[in-house]
């Protein structure tokens, strides 16, 4: 456990004198893992918050995440349109017919739940037809809880003294559920509503 503190040592002094260029290493390296979906981002987010900060923590990853998998969604989607153009068709038609009138609702809904891992997410979002702008902005917004409490819990554990003081209050902080709650209640509302008009 020794070596990993030295090691973490090591790397806050290297981060402190080399900053912006740690930035982007740090960036560029989530941006080629989040394009291949790969499993294990939160330890990364986690980090990005100890490294950085809340606010960089969370810009960079936030970034990363949106961007990798808007690169993993396009390639799918013609990936799998080529290989299998009468499934693809067939699901993507009777999806889009039922999620047409709330599919950013839906979406932003789909990416805030925790459970399925990113590659799924993207490989099922690439069976909709849905836009690159769409695709961006319900990423953005559907990802930014999960990520901002990541970040957050990274941020405060940037010393093995504040790791101990550390409680699920203090980062899931009665704010911020209420928050989240908000979200998809009205979320849900707006598909309810929409679905009855």
């Known amino acids: 456990m020794t070596e990993f503190y030295v090691f973490l040592d090591f790397l806050n002094i290297y981060i402190d004198t080399n900053y912006n260029f740690s930035i982007l290493i740090?960036?560029?390296f989530l941006l080629f893992y989040?394009?291949?979906s790969i499993p294990g981002n939160l330890i990364f987010v986690v980090s990005a918050g100890?490294?950085?900060?809340?606010?960089?923590?969370y810009i960079i990853?936030?970034?990363?995440?949106v961007l990798g998998s808007l690169i993993f969604?396009?390639?799918?989607?013609?990936f799998l349109k080529k290989l299998f153009t009468n499934i693809y068709d067939k699901y993507s038609t009777k999806i889009n017919k039922y999620i047409s009138n709330s599919s950013i609702e839906y979406l932003i809904l789909f990416r805030m739940m925790p459970g399925p891992p990113l590659m799924m997410q993207n490989v099922c979002l690439s069976i909709l037809k849905i836009n690159s702008i769409k695709f961006i902005l319900t990423s953005f917004i559907g990802f930014s809880p999960i990520i901002f409490v990541a970040v957050y819990f990274g941020s405060k554990i940037k010393s093995f003294e504040s790791i101990k003081n550390i409680?699920?209050?203090?980062?899931?902080?009665?704010d911020f559920l209420i928050f989240v709650v908000l979200m998809i209640f009205f979320l849900s509302?707006?598909?309810i509503f929409k679905k009855k008009s």
């Open 26 to 28: 740090f960036f560029v």
């Open 34 to 36: 989040n394009t291949f």
């Open 50 to 57: 100890y490294f950085f900060g809340i606010y960089i923590g």
């Open 61 to 65: 990853s936030i970034l990363s995440i």
């Open 73 to 78: 969604f396009t390639v799918s989607k013609l």
């Open 167 to 174: 409680t699920m209050n203090s980062i899931l902080s009665r």
């Open 189 to 191: 509302l707006r598909i």
